[in-house]
């Protein structure tokens, strides 16, 4: 069996500091005319991540290889929908993007927790029980 | 690390707010100047933002902000007839600034608060970093 001890949660910290970074440029343009608000959909950025991450069967050394989760998450920023758009186009609503921006920051460290937890189980592993 | 671009992205607002903040200021401290000529009054200035992506990452969704200009406002000027004035023009009038005190005010309120918005990026972008870098102690 192929041991993968930090699985889904490689995958899952590299798409929770993309979002943190969409998030943050929808904060610093709360006041920016025009300026559109963006989110990743999370659930499936990282599901297509972690099938791209498997790999891709090449049968010639030409074929692409699969790259990592950073370039399929691009793909899955999307537009946000806002409830209350102003007149200057902006739809930035600061409160939501807030609320999304804690949310974001508190899930980035449970990956961070499960990561380290990982990381101590496998030590414990190799030093034997120390 | 890809979570330093926040770090360009919260300066870049704090450093376009600052900019608004500054010609708040300038506003509010000319707000009562006059003159005699109309061309030469103080007129209200506002600085206009724009986003930009090109120098970041346009494709995954990250833009700071850019002041593009500082536009006068079109706004009329208050005549007010003051004969003595040592600015008064041949019929005893001056000209006063057009810029409007509330709408300053809340200008000020807003741009201070969106200051300290990206304040709060930035702080949580290095927590999150600082603790990345512990992972595994």
């Known amino acids: ?130 | 690390m890809s979570l330093f671009k926040v770090f360009d992205v919260a300066g870049s607002a704090m450093h376009a707010q600052s900019v608004r903040l500054n010609v708040t200021a300038s506003n509010l401290a000319n707000a009562g100047s006059v003159h005699g000529d109309p061309a030469k009054v103080y007129r209200a200035r506002q600085p206009v933002f724009t986003a930009f992506g090109e120098a970041l990452d346009r494709e995954q969704g990250i833009a700071g902000v850019r002041v593009r200009g500082i536009v006068e406002s079109g706004q009329p000027l208050t005549m007010l007839h003051q004969p003595d004035h040592p600015d008064a023009d041949e019929n005893g009038n001056v000209w006063q600034s057009n810029v409007n005190t509330v709408e300053e005010m809340v200008n000020m309120i807003s741009a201070s608060r969106s200051y300290r918005n990206s304040v709060e990026l930035m702080n949580t972008a290095k927590e999150l970093l600082l603790q990345t870098l512990a992972l595994g102690r």
């Open chain 1, 1 to 130: 069996m192929k041991l993968q001890p930090f699985a889904p949660h490689v995958e899952a910290l590299e798409l929770r500091a993309l979002r943190h970074r969409v998030l943050s440029s929808n904060i610093a343009n709360a006041d920016t005319p025009h300026y559109k608000a963006r989110d990743i959909d999370f659930a499936s950025a990282l599901s297509a991540a972690r099938s791209e991450s498997l790999g891709l069967a090449r049968t010639s050394a030409r074929h692409l290889a699969g790259s990592g989760a950073g370039s399929a998450a691009g793909g899955a920023v999307r537009y946000r929908v806002p409830t209350q758009p102003s007149l200057d186009g902006n739809t930035v609503e600061t409160d939501v993007e807030q609320a999304a921006f804690a949310d974001n920051a508190i899930r980035y460290r449970a990956s961070l927790e499960f990561l380290d937890a990982a990381i101590r189980k496998l030590r414990y592993a190799i030093k034997g029980g120390d």
